[in-house]
């Protein structure tokens, strides 16, 4: 057994802990913090099976940005769940043990784990392996596969980032005069001196590390997803330390509205005007008269697109989430 | 690379290992908040610089050495910055540290008492 296989049992037996210690627990704070771990024994895996711009993503994302909105939706909610009349375990033990069931049936007609004749390596992979680079460029075949072979798909995933934005907006922009609460955890933090002086110096960090995962994604794990998240983590910090009215001095909400809608709009332009010019929707080889240097274009635009919807979709979602319960940002 | 550097290298590495171990053993072992947390924030913050230095010294490549002095800087700024975050939201919501050992002769006692 070698060294692989160990650490890979061990994270993975610690993701069955801490599953089941997220199931146990009454805490929900201490669930959320759990589910944070989750996510990074995830992005640990995922490193391990050499998927470093999966394990970035999940990183920054499952351990990062959820963790955070998720506190920040039980600083509305409260701390314990409640049980209400109908809690039935018993049942549900049932459904969850039924489809565990049934799923483990399922793998057993899957090819063994990392075999090279599974399909999943027999369809296109070694297409994008072995020619991505020639076509589109760029060393990341990652982000090759991501922006330019599944160009469509991930325009996908930025309408559905901005379509939880507007929803988000939706349900909660009405509570632009809350009802006074009990103080958040953001409350306490206003006295916090070393708090906001370490901030303010790993604000301008942050954010120069996001522009660095935005426009290094070509050559190394990374992209807009990854960097719109870190961007906006930034913010994030600032307006917890600082409060939700200074934040609001820096972030214009209408500004940020906007933006999230341009981000898309970039990446639909993108595939317009490749089909504008004769190509097919998001083939950006159309962008320039030499093919490659047309994907490095489209893959800049489009990167960019992302990183500016995703930025600005997390800023309305955390900003609707603790503006709707904070007063104590009028107090500073 | 040179033998010493491999040396200095692996001491490093090792006495970041058993600073991390030696730290959780004391978040479980010491008796109340304030000094589980102390175990916690030396793990964070010693441990991690041990291991980052001792792994400074096993790659040649400076690309990757600038990226790990990077690492440190960040870690070094937050990890102590977040043990403090955490003191003082436990103590502004109201947990005394504990002076006294309540039974059994523990060493964290001390710490305790130094930490007040």
């Known amino acids: ?332 | 690379m040179t033998i010493l550097t491999t040396y200095i290298s692996w001491t490093f590495l090792v006495l970041g290992g058993f600073l991390c171990i030696s730290g959780a053993v004391g978040l479980l072992r010491f008796p109340d908040f304030f000094t589980r947390m102390h175990a916690a924030s030396v793990t964070d913050t010693l441990a991690t610089a041990l291991i980052i230095l001792g792994l400074l010294l096993q790659t040649d490549a400076w690309m990757v050495q600038v990226k790990l002095v990077m690492v440190l800087v960040f870690v070094l700024l937050t990890s102590p910055t977040a043990s403090h975050a955490l003191a003082k939201a436990a103590l502004h919501g109201g947990l005394k540290p504990q002076l006294k050992i309540a039974r059994g002769s523990n060493k964290a006692g001390q710490q305790s008492e130094a930490e007040a």
Do not use: C, W
């Not at chain 1, 999230?260 to 962008?287: P, Q, R, T, W």
């Not at chain 1, 919807?309 to 979602?317: E, F, G, H, K, L």
């Open chain 1, 1 to 332: 057994m070698n060294m692989e296989t160990v650490i890979n049992m061990v994270l993975l037996s610690l993701l069955v802990v801490t599953a089941i210690a997220i199931v146990r627990i009454k805490d929900l704070f201490a669930a959320a913090m759990l589910a944070g771990i989750y996510g990074l024994l995830s992005a640990s895996f995922f490193v391990m099976m050499d998927a470093v711009d999966v394990a970035f993503t999940e990183a920054s994302v499952g351990a990062g940005i959820s963790t955070l909105l998720m506190l920040t939706t039980l600083a509305m909610t409260g701390r314990f769940e409640k049980i209400s009349g109908n809690y039935r375990p018993r049942l549900a033990l049932v459904l969850v043990a039924l489809t565990g069931a049934l799923l483990i049936y399922g793998t057993l007609d899957m090819p063994a784990f990392g075999t090279a004749a599974a399909p999943v390596h027999e369809h296109v992979a070694p297409r994008y392996l072995n020619d991505s680079y020639a076509e589109i460029g760029i060393p990341n075949a990652v982000t090759s596969v991501l922006a330019s072979y599944r160009g469509f798909d991930t325009f996908g995933e930025v309408v559905v980032i901005f379509t939880a934005g507007i929803g988000v907006l939706a349900l909660l922009m009405r509570a632009e005069k809350p009802t006074p609460r009990t103080q958040t955890p953001t409350a306490s933090m206003h006295e916090h001196m070393v708090l906001r002086i370490v901030a303010k110096m790993l604000i301008p960090l942050i954010l120069l590390f996001g522009l660095y995962v935005q426009f290094h994604g070509e050559y190394g794990p990374g992209g807009g997803f990854q960097a719109g998240v870190i961007f906006a983590s930034a913010f994030f910090l600032y307006s917890m330390l600082f409060g939700l009215s200074e934040a609001r001095k820096v972030v214009n909400h209408v500004v940020v509205q906007i933006l999230a809608a341009l981000g898309v709009l970039l990446y639909g332009s993108v595939g317009i005007v490749s089909l504008m010019n004769g190509k097919n929707f998001l083939d950006y080889s159309a962008l320039s008269a030499d093919a490659v240097h047309g994907q490095h274009l489209g893959i800049l635009a489009i990167e960019l697109g992302v990183g500016i919807t995703v930025t600005t979709v997390m800023i309305i979602i955390f900003f609707a989430f603790s503006g709707r319960n904070q007063i104590e940002g009028e107090k500073d």
